[in-house]
Every structure is written in C-alpha cells, then in structure tokens.
C-alpha cells in the first residue's frame, strides 16, 4: 500500500526498507517548522472524528502534536490509523467509526494501558463487555490480580486463554518488556484467527537487526548494554526502563515465523497532525483459512 490523499493531506506507505520511501521530508520539514513556530496546527482529531487543533509545543513531534478535543497526541492518533487498516485496509476510518464496526460484531479488545485520552477513547466508545485493559505493577502480582480496581498483566505471560482477542493494542509498551520475544508469542497466541495486533513500538527503520540496550540476567540483575534509557510512565515516577529497540527486519521475521504477518506503516498528514519522519504504526495479521472479512470504510 502507498498513497497520498491530497484532499486530507495523508500520506501512508507500507514500509520496506529494502525499498525507496515516498516520504516527503522538505514538507514534512517545512510544515513542522510552521507548527512549531506558530504552536499550533489545525485539522481532525481520528480519535474523536471532530476537527481539532493541535498544539505543538515540543520538536519530538511523535510524542507531541497534541489535539485539543481529545488530548491525544500523535502517537495515539497513529494506532487508530493501525485499527483502521486492520478493519478497512485503509488508514483514514476514524476511531469512532472503527469501534461501530467492532461494537457491532462483539470483537474483544484488550488494550495495554489505563491512564492515557487514548484509553478514555476506547472506554467510552466500546462495550464494557468487549473491552480488557490492564497495567503491568511489577512481578510481586500475578497475571490476572487486580490493583486495586485495574487489572495487572504480564505480556510475557498473560492470564488469558487461547485464541481470545479479535483486537489487541499496545503504545510503545514492548520495549519495556524485558523478554519481548516471549512478549510476541503471548500476543500471537491469545490473538484469535482473523485478528490483528496493532502497535507501536521506537525504531531503528534501517537498522539490520534490533538493539538490545538492557537484559535481566539469571540472578534477576540488569545488564546494560547501551545507556541507560527511560521513558516517561505515569505509574513510575523514575521512568520505565528500554531493553530494546526494535528493527523492521528482525521484527517482521519474528512474526513470520510464528506464521502471522507483520506490515510496517509510515503515516504522515498535516490534517491528521501526525507529524515528523519517525510516525509509524505496525499491524500484525493472524490468518483465520479464508479471505478476511473486510468492513465497509466510513469515516
């Protein structure tokens, strides 16, 4: 897939790269100067399916770009653009109208965070009855036990049966996860036929093969491989640490050999005020034996 939707101002690959990238970098250059100088943007928020500015305030525009009607920021507009090319093969079906098409089939969905717009999105527009979330609080819990009233799971080793999720959805979750690998065998496992993982994950899109930066030795230590590295978590003042950076090569074939399919998307739009050249969001397919049934695309 490759196109460019000028009326919206999208541009959306899948990615290779073996191949040359469509990307526009002098726009994409010359719109985020734009936005930050002025410190904000205008167009739709496909969290919310209503126009929006976006302030921008940061030059880490993937993290940043942030919608006023929703509060999301580009990252998290990037995975409904995911859960929309799983449904519709088309990344331009806003979050509202995607969570319809889920709604009306009962499709479970089980989304790796509590405390994000993101989540309030989805909780308000599915089912409760359809819907898992959870945090992971530390290996004192086992998968499954509440803290307080919010699920703990491990995704190195969830408390879910087989083959259960039509949908799960993670934000820049795995490269915390010290054992990623198992990580996404556990999600291939308790994903059901015909259902997709949608993700994202930071990324070395050329690089040959994954960076470990950090692993858990036999007696429970941490070697460091590289600079420590620690993202923000609201759970955990002190960040969360990064065991990996992840490689498209490497990546894709991990999957394949669990005999899913993993496709690597860049997205960029100025409408959709997802910005910057780093915008990508992954969407891992499980086949069920026949043609998967495809949704008809509304916006």
């Known amino acids: 897939m ?29 719109v985020s100067t734009y936005g930050l100088d002025r410190g904000s943007l205008t167009g739709y928020c496909n969290v919310s399916g209503h126009p929006a500015t976006f302030a921008i305030t940061d030059p880490n525009l993937r993290e940043n770009v942030m919608a006023d009607v929703s509060g999301t920021g580009a990252r998290h507009r990037l995975l409904a653009c995911g859960l929309s090319l799983a449904l519709f093969d088309t990344p331009l079906v806003s979050l509202p109208a995607s969570a319809e ?6 499709s479970r969905v089980f989304l790796t965070e509590t405390t994000t717009p993101f989540h309030a999105a989805v909780v308000a527009l599915l089912a409760p009855e359809i819907l898992t979330t959870s945090e ?6 086992a998968s499954g036990d509440y803290v307080g009233d919010i699920r703990h799971e491990d995704l190195q080793q969830t408390s879910f049966p087989d083959e259960y999720f039509d949908f799960v959805i993670t934000s820049d979750v795995m490269e915390h996860v010290p054992d990623a690998i198992a990580a ?5 496992r308790i994903l059901s036929p015909g259902g997709a993982y949608c993700f994202t994950v930071p990324l070395l899109a050329y690089a040959e093969a994954d960076m470990i930066a950090a692993r858990v030795l036999a007696d429970g230590s941490i070697e460091y491989l590289e600079e420590p590295m620690y993202h923000g978590d609201p759970l955990r003042p002190e960040g969360a640490l990064v ?14 050999a669990l005999g899913v399919t993993c496709t690597t998307y860049r997205i960029w739009s100025k409408s959709y005020g997802i910005l910057g050249p780093g915008c990508w969001v992954h969407v891992v397919r499980k086949p069920n034996g026949r043609a998967v049934e495809r949704a008809s695309a509304r916006v």
């Open 2 to 30: 490759s196109f460019v939707s000028g009326e919206s101002a999208f541009f959306c690959e899948d990615f290779s790269p073996a191949r040359p990238s469509g990307f526009d970098a002098e726009l994409d250059q010359a």
């Open 101 to 106: 098409v889920i709604n009306a089939r009962r």
């Open 136 to 141: 992971y609080f530390g290996d004192q819990y």
């Open 184 to 188: 996404e065998r556990e999600i291939v």
């Open 243 to 256: 065991f990996r950076l992840f490689s498209v090569n490497e990546m894709t074939a991990r999957f394949a």
